[in-house]
């Protein structure tokens, strides 16, 4: 027993030396290691992210400027603040202020979890945001002649409104 946990603590050294001395092999690999984990738990997250988007459709109300987390109504951002801050995401009230946090991604690097953001068709300013969940479809808190509340569209049918993305996760 006393040698096992001695050759656990050379072990263990060994790598923290090998790290500190910039050896790149296991840096790397190290550093390659920990995004793929990353990685993978921000995948993790946007999967339980758009489950939980999915779960609140027929049950959330859209009202305009609205953000009332216990009677399930929202507009269309604060329905986004709501659902990715259930999984510790911390997003601003606001389609302006949304459209500026984390990073920008191109249409074409979309991932699941991703914010994406539109116009109203008649000028550039970005007054609407929903979330990309594959397959060329997105979610989103929305009102129509025929919806209130959580909706799932294709990206397809909004793409001359289509303004910009960000990735937060």
């Known amino acids: 027993m006393k040698n096992n946990w001695m050759k656990k603590t050379i072990i263990a ?18 550093v390659g290691q920990a995004q793929a984990a990353t990685a993978t738990s921000a995948s993790a997250k946007a999967q339980s992210i758009v489950a939980l988007a999915k779960s609140l459709q027929g049950k959330v109300k859209y009202v305009y400027g609205t953000n009332n987390p216990s009677s399930l109504i929202f507009d269309c951002s604060s329905f986004t603040k709501y659902v990715f801050g259930k999984y510790g995401v911390s997003l601003k009230w606001g389609t302006s202020s949304q459209k500026l ?18 116009n109203n068709g008649k000028t550039s300013t970005v007054s609407h945001v929903g979330i990309y969940i594959g397959n060329g479809q997105f979610i989103h808190n929305t ?19 289509y303004s910009t993305a960000r990735r937060v996760l």
Do not use: E, P, W
Not at 15 to 23: D, H, K, M, P, R
Not at 101 to 118: A, C, E, P
Not at 143 to 161: E, H, M, P, W
């Open 143 to 161: 009102i129509g002649s025929k919806i209130n509340g959580v909706y799932i569209a294709k990206l397809s049918d909004y793409s001359f409104r």
């Open 13 to 30: 050294t060994t790598c923290c030396v090998a790290l500190l001395s910039g050896n790149a092999l296991v840096g790397t690999s190290f």
């Open 101 to 118: 946090q984390g990073t920008y991604v191109s249409k074409s690097n979309l991932r699941v979890g991703d914010l994406i953001f539109f």
